[in-house]
C-alpha cells in the first residue's frame, strides 16, 4: 500500500511563472490537506479538500494560490506568478474520513524555490 | 496568533535516558493531539496521540500526557535511542462548525538529538 505520493520532489521556478504540485493521496483515503512549512517554522494548514469539493480553504492566500481535487486524478495546488515569499516545503496528507480521530499521513513534500 | 506552542526550539538528551518533549495550547475547542516526527527534507510521520476524554496514552517507548485544566501536553520517549533523533511536532485537531476534521494546527517544533 504505497504511500502519499508527492511530486516533484523539488520545483524550480522563476518569478512569475506558474507552480503545479501533486498530490496522490493513499488508497482508501478520499480526504486531502494541504499545508505549508516556511524555514524555521511548524506546518500552517492551507486548504481541506474532498473529491470535487472544497471544504476549508481558510489557509489559503486569496490570491495566486488554488488547490482542487478532481473526480480523477491526483489532488493539484496551483501557484500563479510566483514570488519569492512563495518558496517553502508544501506538504500533502490524507486520511480515512474527515473526523476527528483520525490520523493524517503525509507526502514527502515538494520543496519549491522561486529564483 | 500561535495556537500551539512548544517552547524549546531544542533538546538534548544522553541514549537510555528520558526524553520529555512539551507543548502548550490556547484553544479550548482542540478535542484531539497528535505527535509527529520529522527527519530532513521528508513528511512528518505519525507518532502517537490521545482524545480530550483521556488523560495518558502509551505505545512501547512513547508516551503523551495530556493536562486539560493546563492546556498542556507532553510526549515521553523512554529509553531515548540515537535513531529518535529529528524534529517532533505537536499537533493539534478542533471541532469546527459541529463538524470534526483533520485540520491540524502544529506547533513550532522541537528539535531532539539523543547522544550516543
Known amino acids: 500500500n504505497a504511500g502519499v505520493m508527492q511530486n516533484p520532489r523539488h520545483l524550480v521556478r522563476r518569478r512569475g511563472q506558474e507552480a503545479r504540485l501533486r498530490c496522490s493521496p493513499m488508497?482508501?483515503?478520499?480526504?486531502v490537506y494541504w499545508y505549508r512549512q516556511l524555514p524555521e517554522e511548524g506546518l500552517k494548514f492551507m486548504v481541506y479538500l474532498q473529491k470535487e469539493n472544497i471544504i476549508d480553504e481558510s489557509g489559503m492566500p486569496k490570491e495566486r494560490f488554488s488547490a482542487e481535487f478532481p473526480k480523477e486524478g491526483p489532488s493539484i495546488l496551483r501557484i500563479q506568478q510566483v514570488v519569492r515569499g512563495d518558496s517553502a516545503a508544501y506538504f500533502c496528507a490524507s486520511s480515512t474520513t474527515g473526523g476527528t480521530n483520525t490520523e493524517a499521513f503525509f507526502g514527502q513534500g515538494t520543496r519549491l524555490t522561486v529564483v | 496568533d500561535q495556537q500551539v506552542k512548544q517552547n524549546s526550539p531544542s533538546l538534548s538528551v544522553q541514549e537510555g535516558r528520558i526524553s520529555i518533549l512539551n507543548c502548550d495550547y490556547t484553544n479550548s475547542m482542540f478535542d484531539y493531539f497528535l505527535w509527529y516526527k520529522k527527519y530532513p527534507a521528508e513528511g512528518p510521520t505519525f507518532l502517537i496521540s490521545i482524545s480530550s476524554i483521556k488523560d495518558k496514552n502509551e505505545d512501547g517507548r512513547f508516551t503523551v500526557f495530556l493536562n486539560k485544566s493546563a492546556k498542556h501536553l507532553s510526549l515521553h520517549i523512554v529509553p531515548s535511542q540515537p535513531g529518535d533523533s529529528a524534529v517532533y511536532f505537536c499537533a493539534a485537531s478542533a471541532i469546527s462548525g459541529g463538524t470534526s476534521y483533520g485540520k491540524l494546527t502544529f506547533g513550532q517544533g522541537t528539535i531532539l538529538t539523543v547522544h550516543p
Open positions: 488508497k482508501g483515503h478520499s480526504h
